[in-house]
């Protein structure tokens, strides 16, 4: 081989390793970013996702782009993320279905402690138990009462077999030695239509979906399901303040990456959403309209959080048999 056959060699050589090198995270992104909801537009998840956007594109110079790839709770666009290239171009904006579909769908097509890479828990936000304002429950002890003394007739919707609103209650009955039948929906706003128009007794859903019906007059909230008040529906007291001391459950979101991405890139990413969480604008639109208490979590305390939440809903599903339907 001549010199200068070696040298165009080894300068092949030099670009193939160079292209092949990840970007420093100084240099991360080069091209646009992807951000699967794996929900269908409307949905709780999808402003999140189109907020942060908003503002990385703007601050990263490189469009942040949401695309919906919704079906069988959340696992379908999830399960796209989770097979894509770990390269730091590609994340998934979950809901709180992401803890409880391992043990909800049998035969799950990824792993969720193994292929996902946390990034950021974003924040969670109470659930909250309301009904038509003609119903005759004027708290939740109201409804205790009718379901002891009807025992598997009086009802209740929830967004879907297996969502937490379902498991929620489960844990409430079993707590409160009461029984209710479960309506599940596909999807928050049937759910909210069939609520408002009185065809169910009570809804159970994120505040983010209940709050708006109740400050518009067409459902009347009972319960919060959180430690506390929740700041969109003050005047609504916890399920701890009437006779079930130490009991909450909550939505939440988080966002995470491919297993394998680069931790610079998932550093700087987590640094720039915190950023834009400490803005005005972030902070108060999703306080107040999803009734989020913010977390802005490190990775690591998403993973811990994760994995918490499968134990306990993922015992609520077995102990139950409960099925995605």
């Not at 992104?29 to 907020?51: E, H, L, M, N, Q």
């Not at 003609?134 to 002890?141: I, R, V």
């Not at 977390?295 to 599903?317: H, I, N």
């Amino acid at each position: 081989m001549t010199t200068f056959r070696r040298a165009l060699t080894g300068a092949a050589a030099v670009a193939a390793l160079a292209l092949a090198a990840p970007l420093p995270a100084q240099q991360w992104p080069t091209k646009p970013v992807k951000i699967v909801v794996p929900f269908p537009p409307g949905g709780s998840a999808d402003p999140i996702a189109r907020a942060f956007g908003n503002k990385l594109s703007a601050t990263l110079g490189q469009q942040f782009i949401v695309e919906n790839r919704a079906g069988a709770s959340g696992s379908i666009g999830t399960g796209y993320v989770a097979k894509s290239p770990a390269d730091g171009y590609t994340y998934v904006l979950v809901f709180d279905t992401h803890a409880v579909n391992p043990v909800l769908i049998p035969n799950l097509p990824f792993d969720t402690v193994r292929d996902l890479a946390p990034v950021m828990l974003v924040g969670r936000a109470p659930m909250a138990l309301a009904m038509h304002p003609a119903k005759p429950y004027k708290s939740f002890a109201d409804v205790l009462a009718a379901a002891r003394a009807r025992p598997a007739t009086v009802n209740y919707g929830s967004v879907q077999n297996g969502s937490l609103g379902h498991l929620t209650m489960m844990l409430l009955q079993q707590a409160g030695g009461f029984s209710m039948v479960h309506v599940p929906y596909k999807g928050a706003a049937p759910m909210i239509t069939d609520a408002v128009a009185g065809h169910i007794e009570m809804g159970i859903g994120s505040v983010a979906v209940v709050a708006p019906q109740v400050r518009g007059g067409k459902l009347r909230a009972v319960a919060v399901t959180g430690e506390s008040r929740s700041t969109v529906l003050p005047e609504v007291p916890t399920l701890a303040e009437q006779g079930f001391p130490g009991f909450s459950a909550h939505a939440w979101w988080a966002l995470f990456a491919p297993a394998g991405t680069p931790r610079p890139i998932i550093e700087r990413l987590h640094a720039e959403l915190r950023a834009a969480l400490a803005q005005p604008d972030v902070g108060k639109q999703f306080a107040e309209q999803l009734g989020m208490q913010v977390a802005g979590s490190t990775p690591e305390e998403l993973q811990r959080f994760l994995q918490d939440e499968m134990a306990r809903w993922g015992k609520v599903v077995r102990d139950n048999n409960i099925r995605l339907e």
